[in-house]
C-alpha cells in the first residue's frame, strides 16, 4: 500500500514528465501496430498476388549447363559421343512429374498449319476480310534442285492450325479459355495408339455441318514440285480424322482492330484443330517415309534404316521440348521447383517463372522491410 501511496505521489508532483512519458509510450505503441499491420498487409498482398498468378512451371533442358559441360570435355571422340547421345527430355520423364498429386495437367505441344485436302472437302470459317480476298492469288518460288533443274513451288495459305499435345488434358481447356460442349477430350489409349481423332470448334462443325462422330478431311502440306520429285502423291497428303469433340472459346477475333484485314484463316482461333501429338505423326507418316527413302538413297551414308519412321518406333521418333506443367495451388509453385529441381539431372531443370511475380512483389517487399524498421 505504501509502495502505491508513493508511486502515485511522485507522478501527481511531476506531472509534465508523466504525460510526456504517456505520450512516448503511445506513440511507440501505435508506431508498432502500424508497423506489424503493415508488414502483415504486405505479406498478404504478395500471397494474394501469387494465388492470382497460373500455377505453371517449366520443365525444359539446361542448355547452359550442356554447353559448359561439352566444352568441358577435352576428348574429341568423347565429346562427339555426349553430342550424339545428347540430353533429351523422355516422356517418362515428365510423366513421373505427373504422378504429382499437386500437378493438374502437362502441355507438351506442338503447333503446325494445315491445308484443305485435295477436293476441298472441309470449308474454313470465313472473317470475309482483305486477307481472305488474296487466298487464290498463289504466288511462285523458284530454285535449283541438286541437278541444276528449275523447280517452281505454287504457295497456296494454310487454313487451319493443328495444336497437338502429348497428354490427355491441356492447361487451356484446363484454365477454361476453352470448354468442351460436346464429346470429350482425348484419352490415354488414343494417344499411344496414334488414333486419328480431333476437337473441332463449334464455329467450324456448324460451318460443314458436323457432329461428334463424324469425318473431317485435311492436307497436311503444300503439294508442289518438291513433293513430286519425292515421288509423293497428292492423296499422301488428305488424312480423314474422327471428330470426337466440339469446343467453345473465349478468344473471339476483334473485327475493329487494325490487323482484321491482315488476318489468315489459319490465325482465326475458330480454325484451331486439337489432337494427339501421336496423331499428327501417324497423319503425316507417309510423307515422312517417302521422304526419308527418298533421301537415304541419295545419301546412305547419313541414313541408318533402323530410323525410319514407323509406326513400331513412334514413340522414339516423338521429341519433347519444353514442357509446362499446370499445378492446382500457386503458392506450391516455389517448393515443387526446389523440390524436383534437387533429384533432376543436371542438364534439366524446372523453372517457377518467377520474374513476373517478382516484379509485382518488389514494391511489397520495400515496404515491408520499411515497417518492420
Not at 482492330?257 to 505423326?281: A, C, Q, V
Amino acid at each position: 500500500m505504501n509502495f502505491i501511496n508513493r508511486a502515485f505521489k511522485n507522478v501527481s508532483r511531476r506531472m509534465s514528465k508523466t504525460i510526456l512519458l504517456v505520450l512516448t509510450f503511445f506513440l511507440i505503441g501505435n508506431l508498432v501496430i502500424i508497423g506489424l499491420g503493415v508488414s502483415n498487409a504486405s505479406k498478404s498482398a504478395k500471397t494474394l498476388t501469387r494465388k492470382k498468378m497460373r500455377a505453371v512451371v517449366t520443365y525444359s533442358l539446361n542448355y547452359d549447363a550442356i554447353w559448359e559441360y561439352a566444352d568441358s570435355i577435352i576428348d574429341e571422340d568423347e565429346r562427339n559421343e555426349f553430342y550424339k547421345n545428347y540430353p533429351r527430355i523422355t516422356l517418362e520423364d515428365v510423366q513421373e512429374l505427373i504422378k504429382d498429386s499437386r500437378v493438374k495437367t502437362a502441355n507438351a505441344t506442338s503447333t503446325n498449319m494445315w491445308y484443305a485436302d485435295s477436293k476441298n472437302t472441309t470449308d474454313f470459317v470465313h472473317l470475309n476480310n482483305s486477307a481472305e480476298e488474296n487466298i487464290g492469288n498463289n504466288g511462285q518460288s523458284c530454285y535449283f534442285d541438286e541437278n541444276g533443274i528449275q523447280q517452281c513451288e505454287t504457295y497456296r495459305e494454310p487454313l487451319f492450325t493443328v495444336k497437338s499435345n502429348m497428354f490427355p488434358s491441356m492447361i487451356e481447356f484446363e484454365d477454361g479459355d476453352y470448354k468442351i460442349v460436346e464429346g470429350r477430350f482425348y484419352n490415354q489409349d488414343e494417344i499411344n495408339s496414334g488414333s486419328l481423332v480431333c476437337l473441332i470448334s463449334e464455329a467450324l462443325a456448324n460451318t460443314n455441318g458436323l457432329r461428334v462422330g463424324d469425318s473431317i478431311y485435311f492436307g497436311t502440306s503444300n503439294y508442289g514440285s518438291e513433293m513430286k520429285r519425292l515421288e509423293i502423291n497428292e492423296e499422301d497428303l488428305d488424312v480423314t480424322f474422327e471428330v470426337i469433340g466440339i469446343y467453345s472459346h473465349n478468344n473471339q477475333i476483334n473485327r475493329d482492330s487494325s490487323n482484321f484485314d491482315y488476318t489468315y484463316p489459319y490465325e482465326n482461333p475458330d480454325n484451331m484443330i486439337f489432337m494427339p501429338s501421336t496423331s499428327l505423326y501417324m497423319a503425316t507418316l507417309p510423307v515422312t517415309q517417302k521422304q526419308f527413302d527418298y533421301y537415304s538413297q541419295l545419301y546412305p551414308d547419313n541414313y541408318d534404316e533402323s530410323n525410319r519412321p514407323s509406326e513400331e518406333n513412334m514413340a522414339e521418333q516423338m521429341y519433347l521440348d519444353n514442357v509446362t506443367l499446370l499445378l492446382s495451388d500457386p503458392l506450391e509453385v516455389d517448393n515443387f521447383v526446389e523440390e524436383y529441381n534437387k533429384t533432376t539431372s543436371q542438364f534439366k531443370k524446372l523453372d517457377a517463372n518467377n520474374d513476373e511475380f517478382k516484379k509485382l512483389a518488389k514494391p511489397l517487399d520495400t515496404l515491408s522491410m520499411y515497417a518492420n524498421f
